[in-house]
């Protein structure tokens, strides 16, 4: 399958690409595609992996409205810009709600990212990202690279699939079911005869000695002066 963008590097030394089922539409999964980035979203996977080599990066639960302009050639940084200032792909092409592909900014380009967003149904959406890598000549770097890149890769993407698929299920679910108002308790069948308000406000006094309840003692006698 011809990805967009797999042009830009047309003979990789490498190639993976991972897919994933999502229930929800492109317009829920776009988003998340549309914030990746160390000092935005992040990417959605280990996060406490890649802090371990200090890249600094936090996943976001939410849409964030000002991580939502991206633009071809923007910077998408892969960590912390004082530690690791060339850790950066550029946006090459991107379709809204479609496909987003990302490069390290070398030429010619070493490493190519593409994410294609393919619809199933109204509620699903197959998500697909392709990676494709150009390797050292040197042969031990080669053999070297792609022992350590092929499951470090397949781990991390798995998690970042699966991160995506789990938020834009999240926010699709929000959408189809918006909260329900508050209702006021109803006020069918209550007694609201003046008799039972008034015990309402004045409530029957309970009396141990006669085991009943009598309505609230009131004492009605003229105060004794003598008494005063």
Request: charged content about 25%; overall charge negative; glycine content about 4%.
């Amino acid at each position: 399958m011809q990805f967009p963008g797999d042009g830009l590097l047309s003979d990789p030394d490498a190639q993976s690409t991972m897919a994933v089922d999502i229930d929800a539409s492109p317009s829920d999964v776009w988003p998340w595609l549309r914030q990746l980035g160390q000092d935005r979203g992040g990417f959605y996977s280990y996060e406490w992996a890649e802090n371990l080599v200090g890249l600094d990066i936090h996943n976001a639960d939410r849409i964030v409205a000002e991580w939502q302009d991206l633009s071809v050639e923007d910077a998408v940084r892969l960590g912390r810009a004082d530690r690791f200032p060339d850790a950066v792909l550029k946006v090459v092409a991107i379709d809204p709600e479609r496909s987003l592909v990302l490069q390290t900014p070398d030429e010619p380009t070493w490493w190519l990212w593409s994410f294609v967003l393919n619809p199933v149904d109204e509620t699903t959406t197959r998500l697909l990202v392709r990676s494709r890598i150009r390797l050292p000549e040197n042969t031990v770097i080669r053999l070297a690279a792609l022992s350590v890149l092929d499951p470090v890769s397949f781990v991390m993407t798995r998690r970042m699939l699966r991160g995506i698929q789990s938020r834009a299920e999240r926010l699709a679910g929000d959408r189809s079911d918006p909260p329900q108002p508050i209702q006021s308790p109803s006020l069918s069948g209550v007694d609201r005869s003046p008799a039972a308000l008034r015990s309402r406000i004045n409530p029957p006094q309970f009396h141990p000695a006669a085991g009943c309840a009598s309505p609230p003692y009131q004492d009605n006698r003229e105060a004794d002066p003598s008494s005063v």
